[in-house]
């Protein structure tokens, strides 16, 4: 029988999610998998070449011509845009402001969630995102369901973001996270929603060794039955 494990870690955007997957990751030495990043790259693609997400045939077109391509290296997602590295670029506000309804198209999601499901076909693997305990490993061993205080996110991402955009303000961060979960939990398809058997885990005021250390808590249970 096929034992590997696959933890599935979803929840808000900027609530810690992928800094708690990557140390995971680490500590387990597992694959770790930033679903977010490959909806980050598509949009990439979309706004440069001006494609109209409500246009169906623009929309299938692109998705031929997208080929995505994902390393780990030390545990950082570099992400390919067809041989182009854009690890950096998709961060920045821009993608942002429109990854949401991107990723809300069906034929984006099915394409996305076909390639995460052959990535965790057969290994130990983390993944974080937003649908991967609901849609794309419903199985999943263990799942767990993050979230924030809002202003503490934004505050969190704002010290992210600015060396790299001096300019960018506490307000405008605020408003692309509220803007961004509005459409996650609201899109008709695989909307951001808790599993029911995820486990919540609220990071408010914890530390990133305590939201660890929780998070291996759950784990480990499961690495003893191998
Ligand atoms: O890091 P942050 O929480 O800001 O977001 P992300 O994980 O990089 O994801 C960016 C966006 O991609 C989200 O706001 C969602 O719209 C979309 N996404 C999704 O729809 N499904 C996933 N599994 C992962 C991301």
């Known amino acids: 029988m096929d034992s590997h494990i696959v933890v599935a870690i979803d929840g808000y955007s900027s609530c810690g999610k992928s800094t708690l997957a990557k ?14 990043a490959m909806y980050r790259a ?4 979309f706004i440069r070449n001006q494609i109209d997400p409500n246009n169906n045939s623009q929309v299938l077109e692109a998705l031929k011509n997208i080929h995505l391509n994902f390393h780990s290296r030390d545990y950082e997602t570099h992400v390919t845009l067809n041989d182009e590295e854009v690890s950096s670029e998709i961060r920045l506000m821009p993608v942002s402001e429109n990854v949401s309804t991107v990723a809300a198209i069906k034929e984006v999601r099915h394409e996305m969630v076909k390639q995460q499901q052959r990535m965790g076909r057969s290994k130990n693997i983390v993944m974080d995102g937003r649908d991967i305990g609901t849609a794309v490993f419903p199985n999943a061993q263990i799942k767990i369901f993050m979230t924030a205080d809002p ?39 695989s909307p951001l929603v808790r599993a029911h058997d995820a486990i919540i885990l609220d990071n408010t005021d914890l530390t990133q060794q305590e939201q660890l250390l929780f998070a291996l808590s759950i784990v480990e249970p499961f690495l ?3």
């Open 151 to 189: 202003k503490v996110r934004a505050e969190r991402r704002l010290r992210e973001l600015l060396p790299k955009n001096p300019t960018i303000t506490l307000e405008e961060i605020f408003e692309n996270l509220a803007h961004r979960d509005y459409q996650d939990t609201t899109r008709l398809e």
């Open 23 to 36: 140390a995971l990751a680490r500590e387990l030495h597992f694959i770790y998998v930033d679903s977010g």
């Open 42 to 45: 598509v949009a990439l693609y």
């Open 224 to 226: 003893e039955k191998k």
